[in-house]
């Protein structure tokens, strides 16, 4: 029982996070000076036309109408209509294509640097100041400090200029999406690696794992029976925040490949000053983000049996 | 030991097996090693080789940055070079005598760019970091210290924290016009949350301590216990995610700038750079107009983010001699 | 002293000369510095020593599980035949761990694996040391579980760790240890982080178990109790090195090592009110330096000249029986031992309450129907129920109670930490709870002070003692010059016992003992009229116990102080206080003066209490019987019970009918008196 309202209150606060993303974004965008609502036609337009643009997009309506307008259509998935960018088209139907492509790219590379990177963090813990610890450490404070755009096209550069791969994404050419994934995974494998090598030192030295010791059990199987497993338990908590870099990755990525998805779809927007175009894509990736952090403490929750649902009145 | 062996020999028994006074101030006798905090965390951060380098490093660039204009024969950041014998833009002259780093694509001095470029970029960087850290402290020490408080601020915390800062910070230079101080705005208002968090965390640890109940017995006025009890223990903390916080900054406005949302291309940043150099990277005679600012930029955030770990370390008492 | 020499007994291990070393930054550290220990199969070894008298060391050195940064310079250990000293790879050690010599550790909060049930984690002993698989072993981990006392094991089996008290995880660990099936079981300090009535279960559990299972045991502890309550022979650990070995008898009765008498002389339950105790001065020696003859001789009255130039060797007192101390040698002067029989002591105490009456004036502190909260308002937990009580203008009233009593609760309730959530606090005739003025705030934060249970955390590590004890004179005397400040800080510090150059050091350069003066200079400088000391020696080594307690008496006497005393320890209450109230989950269940209490103990838990406080003494250890309290014997639900006063000045909490009970008790023990 206790369960369930904890699990429903969690989704409560998701939603009221996402509620106030929407109001925040609404908000914002009202801040935008209206002239980026006229396209680049701006200087040819009559003052009656840019009103009657104004007018049709709702905007000369007082804020909180315009607040319950946008609700309602969020409601009934009307998601408004793309201004510049594919002006006209609504912009659900531009989005519902491209976010398969992202999703299968995303899912990859949570994948892959989960593996990778626990893997390392291991690799790391069991050579600890040896040399592949000094390297692994290297890298992720390569990973971690410099900008993630500079490393993304080192690899784009070293992978199509001297490895010959295919720069541009092709569907069914499955080369081209090495470097997309290997980029996309690169920042969620430091830091898997690196919270792997945290949580399992604190493991490590854990009165508990004395004990076992102290009950016979060789190094190895004190590794895999209690350290690794309790290493992975706060693990679940890092899923949030994996999720978080991979969608910032996509952003660039997407555009750095080609490749059709939502994330080069909002730089375009961007680019192109298409405004609700924008506002969705942001809506799309708080969503997600959401959720990411609703599944992470989920995850935990199921991972951990020290986790109570009640909330305790405690000492002080 | 042999001293000791003939004052034996000397002694008769009866000398031997005297009793002597009792010295209370031989039991009383501690090891006094003139131990100070800050001595020691100064100490075991220097006492590393790698670390002190790294420091040097980083000071000597920083000195660089701040004073290259001034430097004999350095040219405009801006100024457009003309080839002599063209009577045309020196485009993309390679790296040389005279154009140490070459020239970009439309014959300005990527030398003078990417130091003019980093007095922008770190210019953002350390404004928004020390303005964020400043909120994020005064947040975190109020949500931390005030009881009441604690409700409120943790679930708008939990709010905030659900928007990845990527999107709000695009969302934010999206609407305002891209400047020095739309990015700054941007980067400190999504910086503070972790910060506060942090500091939070740190003062609900420390609050309860039996130090800072006797404080309180003693009446001591929340502002010292602030002073003298608190920020102490927090300095290191603080210090850690303000040299954490710059990389990420750095980050931030090469990525707006590469989604359009930058300074705009007269102000040079690294960002601005690193852009421009990516357009023509695939051309192999002008990768370099990436690589420089690229090493740059890696430079500068691998300098203060390692810096800012080895603080972390060297002010962890349990390090210390 | 002749019948234990009638069998030879065997020798299962034995150790010569093991001399254990650790490198700590850069510096060596002699921790054990030449011990040698035989120990028999079937006996209960007790080591007893002050914190860093290597005790934890030389048992971990037995099982190869020294820290990382230590090692084995030269010694023997004898096992089975083999010099396991000599052991290198872990290989050798997985073949002794468990199987041979088991150890349960002290935390059980965290000697359980966190994510496992307790039935998995037993049975991982089962199947690595008893090769039982499938039924057979769940079977059996279910008949350890209901071996080490938990109720209800078929379903306690898959229950997490958290989900047990302390207590019954130290069960739990125990259960583990037993599953390896061991010769030898190693305890180390098993029962330290338990309270009193919990720790004298777990000790019997760890006897019966002893019987049932063959064990040889060796316990590591500080505390002499709990040594005299379960060890057939005690050896005693001074700074790295056994000073004395013996039969329990003879080290409890005929200690023969100054240290030991100095031990056991300052134990507060030997201690006569009024008198100040016995007290070791000083604190033990740094291993970092080699030490030259006689450890102890610093701190020694009875120290000779050899003791600074030559290292006793042991003297035979007789078979079981040997001491490391040159008083021995048939050359040293006889000394008469300082009388360390607690029945004496007992018996002072109680002539001294018959012929002093204290007589106190004035009611200084009154708390009237006292309640606190912690958590929101919805679900209170409520840690304080309703309490009241009257404290005299002089006295010393102690307050003693378990973990989660909410003693403490009260005493931060007095200081305004705690805000009450009912009832009122009167200082002085003035109410000084809820809001008050700022005049009344002002004068009350001078005249009561605190001090604290825990002198690592009391302090403030990043400022110099000279701040931490004036901090309080610069809140209430704003108007001193800076040289007048320094004159009381010194004043202060010299009162306390400590050097005036202390002032301009850090507080990590002093050991538990001297920083938990620091914390009474910082209280007593404010010129306080009343002091709550929270458990102010519970986190101290027995031998800097005494210290502290002197300094406290001392004060009152000359200062007039009235103090509340906070303690969990009702042996130490009974040589410091005058009143005693016991509290138990939130409630005073039973108040009167401290000879009458230790006399006529009438409410269950406070029977409990008593009964469960191991006291140094082997002989009534190791005959007495556990009363165990369980709340279910009141039945209150018709007639509530109410807080009565059975005799002039003693209060109980109860109801009708259990007061009748009560008074004819009481009746029957004034007959018989």
Redesign the interface.
């Known amino acids: 029982m206790e369960i369930i309202k904890y699990i429903l209150g969690r989704i409560g606060r998701s939603i009221i996070s996402l509620f106030l993303v929407l109001v925040i974004v609404f908000l914002l965008m009202r801040l935008l000076p209206v002239e980026t609502y006229y396209g680049d036609r701006t200087d040819r337009l009559s003052e009656t036309t840019k009103q009657a643009i104004l007018k049709d997009l709702g905007l000369l309506d007082p804020i909180p109408v315009q607040f319950w307008n946008y609700l309602k259509g969020l409601a009934r998935f009307d998601l408004g209509k793309s201004l510049t960018y594919y002006a006209g088209k609504p912009v659900w139907s531009i989005m519902a294509p491209k976010i398969g492509y992202s999703l299968r790219f995303g899912a990859a590379s949570l994948v892959i640097s989960f593996v990778l990177g626990i893997s390392l963090g291991i690799l790391m813990v069991r050579t600890k100041e040896k040399l592949p610890d000094r390297l692994g450490n290297g890298f992720i404070i390569f990973v971690d400090a410099v900008p993630s755009m500079v490393y993304y096209l080192a690899i784009q550069f070293i992978g199509t200029k001297l490895m010959s791969i295919g720069m541009l994404y092709k569907e069914n050419n499955f080369t081209t999406w090495i470097l997309p994934v290997l980029s996309l995974s690169l920042g969620s494998i430091a830091s898997y690696a690196m919270w792997t090598r945290r949580y399992m030192m604190d493991q490590v030295n854990a009165d508990y794992v004395k004990l076992a010791r102290a009950k016979g059990l060789t190094d190895k199987q004190i590794m895999v029976k209690h350290v690794l497993r309790n290493a992975f338990t706060p693990m679940a908590q890092n899923l949030p925040s994996s999720i978080i870099f991979t969608i910032s990755g996509s952003l660039y990525i997407e555009s750095l490949y080609s490749i059709p998805g939502t994330g080069g779809l909002l730089i375009n927007a961007i680019q192109a000053q298409d405004n609700t175009l924008v506002q969705m894509l942001v809506m799309f990736y708080a969503v997600l983000s959401v959720a990411g952090m609703l599944l992470g403490d989920l995850a935990m929750m199921v991972c951990d049996p020290r986790i109570t649902f009640t909330k305790k009145g405690g000492a002080r | 030991m042999s001293k000791v062996m003939t004052k034996m020999n000397k002694m008769s028994d009866e000398e031997l097996f005297k009793f002597i006074e009792f010295d209370s101030s031989r039991a009383e006798s501690t090891a006094y090693s003139g131990y100070s905090y800050w001595k020691s965390t100064f100490k075991v951060f220097m006492s590393r080789r790698s670390t002190r380098l790294t420091l040097y490093f980083l000071i000597l660039l920083l000195l660089f940055t701040l004073l290259q204009p001034y430097f004999p024969g350095q040219k405009s950041p801006t100024e457009i070079f003309i080839n002599p014998e063209t009577g045309r833009q020196l485009r993309s002259h390679p790296p040389g005598a005279e154009f140490w780093f070459g020239t970009n694509t439309i014959g300005q001095d990527l030398w003078a760019r990417i130091w003019s470029g980093t007095r922008t970029t770190l210019l953002i960087a350390i404004v928004s970091v020390t303005s964020s850290t400043v909120i994020g402290i005064v947040i975190g020490a109020l949500w931390g210290y005030v009881r009441a408080l604690d409700r409120v601020f943790t679930e708008i915390y939990n709010v905030i924290n659900n928007i990845p800062t990527t999107v709000l910070r695009m969302l934010i230079t999206y609407v305002l016009r891209p400047s020095i101080g739309t990015l700054i705005f941007a980067m400190c208002l999504t910086n503070w949350v972790g910060m506060a968090k942090w500091i939070r965390n740190l003062i609900i640890i420390i609050r309860d301590r039996e130090y800072n109940l006797a404080s309180r017995c003693l009446g001591t006025p929340t502002r010292r216990v602030i002073v003298k009890n608190l920020l102490p223990q927090i300095v290191s903390v603080v210090m850690l995610d303000v040299a954490l916080s710059i990389p990420g900054v750095i980050g931030s406005e090469v990525f707006l700038t590469y989604i359009g949302l930058g300074l705009p291309v007269e102000t040079p940043s690294l960002g601005n750079l690193i852009d421009e150099g990516r357009r023509v990277m695939m051309n192999l005679s002008q990768t370099y107009q990436l690589v420089f600012p690229a090493v740059v930029v890696a430079l500068i955030t691998i300098a203060f983010y390692s810096l800012g770990n080895k603080f972390a370390d060297a002010s962890d008492p349990r390090n210390h001699v | 002293m002749e019948q234990q020499t009638k069998i030879e007994p065997e020798v299962i291990l034995c150790v010569k000369d093991l001399v254990v070393k650790f490198s700590l ?2 510096q060596e550290l002699t921790a054990l510095r030449g011990v040698s220990m035989d120990l028999y199969r079937g006996e209960s070894l007790a080591i007893v020593g002050e914190s860093g008298s290597g005790k934890s060391v030389f048992c971990k050195s037995f ?1 190869g ?1 020294l820290d990382k940064n230590g090692w084995v310079e030269s010694g023997e250990i004898w096992y089975g035949g083999t010099d396991i000293a000599k052991y290198e790879k ?2 050798d050690w ?1 073949r ?4 041979e010599i ?2 349960v ?1 002290q ?1 059980p909060m ?7 049930t307790v039935g998995v984690q037993i049975r ?2 089962l199947e ?2 008893q090769g039982l698989r499938g039924v057979a072993a769940q079977e059996k981990v279910i008949e350890i579980l209901s071996d080490v006392g938990i109720l209800e094991p078929e379903k306690r089996v898959k229950d ?1 760790p ?1 989900q047990f008290s302390g207590g019954m995880r130290q069960r739990v ?1 125990i259960a ?1 240890a037993i599953a ?1 099936n061991p010769k030898i079981l190693i305890c180390d300090e098993p029962t330290t982080a338990l309270d009193v009535t919990i720790q004298a279960q777990i000790l019997e559990l760890l006897k019966q178990l002893q019987h049932k299972y063959n064990l040889t045991i060796i316990y590591i502890t500080h505390d002499l109790g709990v040594v005299a309550n379960v060890a057939d022979r005690v050896a005693v650990m001074y700074a790295g090195d056994i000073v004395e070995i013996g039969t329990c008898e003879e080290v409890f009765e005929t200690p023969r090592h100054p240290y030991t008498w100095a031990l056991l002389s300052s134990l507060p339950q030997l201690g006569v009110k009024g008198e100040p105790l016995y007290s070791i ?3 033990p020696p ?1 291993l ?1 330096t080699e030490i ?1 003859g006689d450890a102890f001789a ?13 290292r006793p060797p042991y003297f035979e007192i007789s078979p079981t029986h040997k001491a490391r101390t ?1 008083l021995l ?1 048939p ?3 006889k000394v008469t031992p300082p009388n360390t029989s607690i029945a004496t002591a007992i018996e002072r105490n109680a002539r001294h309450a018959r012929e002093v009456k204290k007589v106190f004036g004035e009611k200084l502190v009154e708390i009237r129907n006292l309640s606190v909260h ?3 308002s919805r ?3 409520v ?1 304080v129920n309703n309490v009241s009580f009257d404290i005299y203008k002089g006295e010393t009233f102690g307050l003693v109670g378990e973990s989660g009593s909410g003693k403490t609760t009260i005493g ?1 309730a007095i ?1 305004r ?2 805000p009450p959530a009912k009832g009122e606090i009167l200082y002085g005739g003035k109410r000084i709870s809820g809001k008050i003025g700022k005049e009344l ?2 004068a009350i ?2 005249k ?3 001090i ?3 002198p690592m ?7 110099k003692v000279d ?1 931490i004890v004036s ?2 004179l ?3 005397h704003p108007e001193l010059s800076k040289a007048e400040r320094e004159d009381r800080v010194q004043c202060a510090l010299r009162d306390v016992g400590l ?1 005036p150059e202390f002032a301009s ?2 507080p ?4 538990g003992g ?1 920083r938990q003066r620091i ?1 009474v200079a ?1 209280s007593l400088i ?1 010129e306080p009229e009343f002091i709550i000391a929270d458990e102010p020696i519970s986190a101290l080594d027995v031998s800097i116990r005494a210290q502290v307690l002197n300094l406290l008496s001392a004060m009152q006497q000359q200062r007039g102080l009235t103090y509340l005393f906070i303690s969990h320890d009702l042996s130490v209450m009974r040589f410091i206080a005058d009143r005693i109230a016991v509290i138990h989950k939130g409630v005073i269940v039973e108040l009167s003066d401290t000879e009458e209490l230790f006399a006529h103990p009438l409410h269950p838990y406070t029977r409990a209490l008593l009964s469960a406080i191991p006291l140094p003494n082997p002989k009534s250890e190791k005959s007495k019987v556990l009363e165990v309290y369980d709340p279910a014997i009141h039945n209150y639900t018709v007639d509530k019970p109410s807080w009565v006063e059975i005799r002039p000045k003693h209060f109980i909490m109860c109801n009708e009918h259990e007061c009748a009970l009560y008074r004819k008790k009481l009746a029957r023990e004034n007959g018989e008196a």
């Open positions: 930054r850069g099982i599980m872990s290989e997985i002794l761990r468990g199987k088991a150890i550790f935390d965290t000697s359980l694996n966190p994510l496992q991982e002993a690595l040391h997490y958290h660990v583990i390896c001065e000083g604190t740094n970092f030259y610093p701190r020694n009255r009875y120290a000779m000249q050899i003791d600074l130039l030559e040159w040698d050359r040293a002067p912690f958590g929101n679900k209170p937990f840690a931060r200081v930490i705690n705030d002002h934060t001078q009561i002070q605190m604290f249970q825990d955390a009391s302090l403030n590590e990043r400022a701040y901090e309080g610069i809140n209430i050097l050091r850090f990590h350069e002093f050991s001297q914390g910082r404010m």
